[in-house]
């Protein structure tokens, strides 16, 4: 068996954390992207709120590329690969994110999570400890849509699970596609 990579990707409140945890609830290790985002907030003595995580954000791939995200994680990954036939990575935001993981794994696979826009914004806005407003809703997606072109990579996607019903049918397509992601 050829050891893959599954990278969950999707606007913010398509269900990224739900499919992660799925997936380590089915013995899978994930790998988060944002936990690069929570060190340097640590570092910077910044609280964890909307405005701070996306001025981390932005200095970072400034400062040190678009895929500085993608290079933090990579070690962990490939260790994990030694021992696990799949690793999932958790937020993968840009095309320059995917063109690292491309020359830098064997298998890698994109799963695009995608939701109504209502059925994201409530989930947004109720979601804690993390609830967003609308106007940090919006700001967020015209960043990740204009700037990091996130739509690119739901054209290049392998799988995209639609996220508007129950969790009995998330789970269930997230099911199918944790096979198909292992052949």
Request: charged share 30%.
């Amino acid at each position: 068996m050829v050891k893959s990579v599954a990278v969950l990707v999707g606007l913010p409140g398509t269900g990224k954390t739900r499919a992660a945890q799925f997936f380590i609830n089915n013995k899978f290790p994930v790998v988060r992207m944002g936990d690069l985002t929570h060190k340097h907030l640590k570092i910077n003595k910044l609280s964890p709120s909307e405005k701070n995580e996306h001025q981390v954000r932005e200095k970072l791939r400034q400062n040190l590329g678009q895929d500085i995200y993608a290079r933090s994680i990579i070690d962990k990954v490939k260790y994990l690969l030694k021992t696990h036939d799949l690793v999932i990575i958790e937020g993968m935001r840009s095309c320059q994110e995917w063109q690292f993981f491309q020359k830098n794994l064997k298998k890698v696979k994109i799963i695009y999570l995608q939701s109504d826009r209502k059925k994201r914004i409530k989930r947004l806005m109720n979601r804690l400890p993390r609830t967003l407003t609308l106007s940090e809703i919006e700001h967020r997606e015209k960043y990740e849509i204009e700037k990091l072109n996130l739509p690119r990579l739901k054209q290049l996607a392998d799988f995209v699970v639609i996220n508007n019903t129950d969790i009995q049918n998330f789970i269930h397509d997230l099911s199918i596609i944790c096979k198909q992601c292992q052949v």
